[in-house]
Every structure is written in C-alpha cells, then in structure tokens.
C-alpha cells in the first residue's frame, strides 16, 4: 500500500502542497505580469488564457486560501501579486524542472546540419600549446580543423543548459606572437552521420572563448578528418551525445 494513502497512520495532508493545476497558475501570474509592466488582473488571465472564466476565479480563490497570492482592489482593482510563499513554491519547481533538464540533456542525443566554417579552426587547433593541452587532457592530437554543426533554437538550448552546468575539460589560454588565445572548454562526445548509427567516432565539442560563430553553431575536433571519415557534406545531418 501506497504511503500517500490518506487511511495510513503515517499519512499527513500537507495543506500548502502546490498541485501542477496551482503552479500552472502561479507561473502565468508572474510571467504574465512582466510582460505586462508588472501588473496583471483577473480580467487579464481570462483574455489571455483559453480557460473559462469560472475556471479560473476559482483558481484565483484557491491560490489566496492558500496565500499564495494577494489581490489587491486598489487603483485598477482586482492586481493579483505572488506572494513570498508563492514565490518560494514556484522556485521550488524551478529546482526541481531544473533537476529534469539536466539530467535530460545528459541523455539527449543532439542532431545538427553541417556547413563550412571560415577555416579559423585550423590556425588555432595546430598551435603547439594548444595542441599539448588537448593531447594531456582529452587524449588525442586533433585533426588540424573544426567540423560546424547548426543546431535548431530549442535544441541549442538544451545543449547551452547542460554545458553551462556541466564540470568541461578547461583547455587554458595564453598570450604568444603578440596575440591573446582564449581559454577553451571542451566535452567529450561521440559522433555519427543520423543514417548511420554504427559509424560512430569519439571527438569532443569546444564551447571557445573568443568565436566569430554565434551560439547555436557548433564546433567539434576528432583524431579524424570528419568529412571524409563519415562521407558528409554541407547540409547533412550529423549526430552526437555526450560520454
């Protein structure tokens, strides 16, 4: 038997337990209400919103039974504010969607479309202090260029996610021929072409300092010469995950 079962002895009701139909409301409350200079309504939510209006005073009630959230009738009348509980209810799921997200990029497989790069892979990959580097602390001597993947939106912020929370390999930075390297992070991956799942090669995706290229283009060294290892060309689809 269930430990949440209400006859148990051990069972005891939480009164302000916060139910996915609550948080729904707490985060279109607060976000609604800065999109919205600060303020937001009951009216508000009922135009906004493709939930009756029944539905969603009797929420409106249930949130400040709770004190969750106040009303408050002064100027425009009816503003509906978060309160500190209701704040702290809605980071609690923000810890814990947090949580979720991580551990998800961690298990994504991550598919992105291959386009030439301007060739400044090349020069900074064969440098000698940073190609020891990448020898001492992920194992191979790179081939001397980067392969570009372009990620979707949604699936770059995934990655970004996972990356900026994620302990990288940290490639470090210098100064030499009176020019500044950046530092670099790596992550070690496994790659493949998305038609071919068993030709796959272990690399490592760089997430570098100072890039021409915006977030949501990729860069990726490998032992191989990834274009002829996989037989790719601009456009295709090539596949990833992190080891």
Not at 7 to 15: C, F, L, Q, R
């Amino acid at each position: 038997m269930s430990d949440r079962n209400e006859n148990s002895s051990n069972y005891v009701p939480d009164e302000r337990f916060v139910g996915e139909k609550e948080w729904f409301f707490l985060l279109w409350i607060s976000y609604h209400k800065m999109q919205n200079n600060g303020t937001i309504s009951t009216p508000d939510l009922c135009k906004i919103l493709p939930i009756s209006q029944q539905t969603i005073s009797r929420r409106i009630l249930e949130l400040e039974e709770k004190k969750l959230i106040i009303r408050n009738f002064e100027g425009r009348g009816g503003e509906l504010e978060l309160t500190t509980e209701g704040y702290a209810q809605l980071n609690n799921i923000y810890e814990q969607l947090k949580i979720i997200s991580l551990k998800a990029s961690n298990e994504t497989t991550y598919c992105g479309t291959l386009l030439s790069g301007m060739g400044e892979g090349a020069h900074y990959i064969k440098h000698p202090q940073y190609l020891e580097q990448f020898y001492k602390k992920i194992g191979f001597f790179p081939y001397f260029g980067t392969l570009n993947l372009k990620l979707s939106p949604t699936m770059d912020n995934l990655l970004q996610n996972y990356i900026n929370n994620y302990p990288t390999i940290i490639i470090d930075g210098f100064v030499g021929e009176s020019r500044t390297y950046g530092e670099v992070k790596c992550v070690k991956v496994q790659m493949w072409p998305r038609n071919n799942v068993h030709n796959q090669v272990s690399g490592a995706l760089l997430k570098i300092q100072r890039t021409s290229h915006k977030s949501h283009i990729l860069e990726f060294i490998s032992e191989q010469y990834l274009r002829d290892f996989f037989k790719i060309e601009d456009g295709s689809k090539i596949c990833f995950k992190f080891i």
